[in-house]
């Protein structure tokens, strides 16, 4: 029962942090919508007109997707976490939640490196000031790379960690506060590693596109919890990625 209640009371937290960071999106979302564009703040189309504020806030935007979208996928980590310290008399809360932060702030690192291309891409015009993509070719570019990628030994080595709890647990096992930090760095950067170019795929459908981060999210959970070989998952994502950007080129 200490137990059920002890991991209710931890998914209870990573679920506010989704609700939180869903909630804001949905927010920005129908400011969007709702306002004219002449009241409304979009990203400098010229890279030299960007200043620290529009880096700040494409930068904020990007952190809270991906914690938006890659928390719920690192849940079934999360817990299995909790359970083995749990079951070491460890400080179930206190490392919990240094093993989650580190997570989540490897994937607050990667959106730095969102936020530079995105300035990129506006300098380029593939994107509109709305973010959209408005180039038929980059966009299938993306795809490809993620198509791609899905086939590569490191895309499956990484999803095969994501997809055994308990296995990585007990390969990385560290003792105290710094091994649990240490090990939701690892956790995230093995995530990042699977992952990194489905979350590019959101210059191809709208950065800020709901529908998109949501299939997205749906997606990578599919990937990391369907009792499937790795293998075969990437595959069939990859072929899906790489037939969508050739149907892109030729409409």
Known sequence: MNWLKTQTAILAMVLAWVFAAWSYLIYQHTQMTSQPMSSMWMPPSEPLAWRFIDFALVYFMWAVMMAAMMLPSAMPMILAFARVCRQQNKAVYKLTGLFTSAYVGIWMLFSTALALLQWQMHGLTWLSPMMESQN????????????????????????????????????????????????????????????????????????????????????????????????????????????????????
């Not at 990385?172 to 093995?190: I, N, R, T, V």
């Not at 170019?197 to 459908?205: D, K, N, P, R, S």
């Open 136 to 251: 038929s070719i980059s966009a299938a570019g993306i795809l490809f790379v993620a198509g791609f990628y899905q086939f590569m030994p490191i895309k499956n080595a990484c999803l095969v960690h994501c997809k055994t709890p308990m296995g990585f647990l007990l390969n990385e096992w560290q003792d105290g506060s710094a091994g649990a930090f240490k090990m939701g760095l690892k956790h995230g950067a093995y995530c990042i590693g699977c992952c990194w170019a489905q979350m590019l795929i959101m210059f191809v459908v709208g950065v800020m596109n709901l529908l998109g981060m949501a299939l997205m999210t749906l997606l990578v959970v599919l990937e990391k919890t369907l009792p499937l070989q790795a293998k075969l998952i990437c595959n069939v994502v990859g072929v899906a990625f790489i037939a969508w950007g050739i149907v892109l080129l030729i409409a």
